[in-house]
């Protein structure tokens, strides 16, 4: 099953990369990008794009990333403070026995 899913995985990086560059053919059309701080020289309107999404991606990931490293810290601290709970209860329990 492992195989399976190394082989599903590289067949859709390369039906991807093939998508890419099927449609950077396609859009060869050269267009300035103006930021309206800066205006950037001309590139194909698939460069652009690809671009854009690239950056989405890379923005995502980061923002993920630093979800699950809060989210893994929340963990933690939750984890220490049921221990100590839990340490209090035993005492108590033992105390009172």
Do not use: C, H, Y
């Not at 099927?22 to 652009?48: C, K, R």
């Amino acid at each position: 099953m492992q195989w399976f899913r190394k082989v599903l995985t590289l067949l859709l990086a390369l039906g991807a990369v093939a998508v890419g560059g099927l449609f950077s053919l396609q859009n060869t059309l050269e267009v300035p990008l103006d930021l309206m701080v800066i205006q950037l020289a001309p590139q194909p309107v698939a460069i652009w794009i690809l671009l854009s999404l690239a950056i989405g991606v890379a923005m995502g990931l980061a923002t993920g990333s630093i979800l699950a490293l809060r989210r893994a810290a929340t963990i933690r601290q939750l984890r220490k403070q049921r221990d100590r709970l839990l340490a209090a209860s035993a005492e108590e329990n033992a105390g009172g026995s």
